[in-house]
């Protein structure tokens, strides 16, 4: 899995103990309609963790005007907690500018546990199901953070899983939306 759906797009991971595309299933396993890459790391501190979709000749020519829009969930393994990451979603141009953007806060990424816990457990193989949320960011905030990143030559997104020492997240639908 090192190939995007469009033509001369690389994707690379770094630091993940979980790297894989799956088919998105419902607690009954009923498929949810879409594949998406699931990440999950367990690293110490300082160790970087890292998922880039790059194209060398350029992913768009994105104007202000237009926003970085993907789906995220947050991962959970068994009966564990759910585990909302923080994260930071990072743009980089051609010569190396960078801006990047704290996913959290006002709008977390959700894993959906789920009502009657003991009766799901024997009605269905799983407590919880991922549950996808979309996020838009401007690209005009990017260029708040560095007004030097050249959003006409951007070259890749960074996902930089280093504010949590473990956890896992779900990601889908990566792309720009223009205005």
């Known amino acids: 899995m ?3 759906s469009c033509e001369g797009v690389s994707i690379g991971a770094l630091g993940f103990t979980t790297w894989k595309e799956e088919e998105l299933r419902f607690r009954d396993e009923d498929t949810q309609g879409t594949n998406a890459v699931v990440l999950g790391w367990d690293v110490n501190g300082g160790d970087k963790t890292e998922y ?6 350029g ?10 829009v993907f789906s995220a969930s947050g991962r959970v393994e068994g009966d564990k907690e759910p585990f909302r990451p923080v994260f930071a979603v990072v743009l980089e141009d051609e010569s190396g500018e960078i801006a990047s953007l704290e996913v959290r806060g006002t709008v977390p990424l959700r894993v959906q546990p789920l009502k009657l816990v003991r009766w799901n457990r024997l009605a269905h193989k799983s407590t919880w199901e991922p549950t996808l949320e979309s996020f838009e960011f401007p690209i005009s905030r990017f260029v708040e953070m560095n007004p030097e990143l050249d959003v006409s030559r951007l070259t890749a997104i960074h996902f930089r899983f280093d504010r949590s020492s473990a956890g896992g997240v779900i990601l889908d639908d990566v792309g720009f939306t223009f205005r």
């Open 59 to 68: 992913l768009v020519d994105a104007g202000e005007s237009s926003a970085l």
């Open 2 to 4: 090192t190939t995007g």
């Open 52 to 57: 880039t979709i790059r194209r060398a000749d």
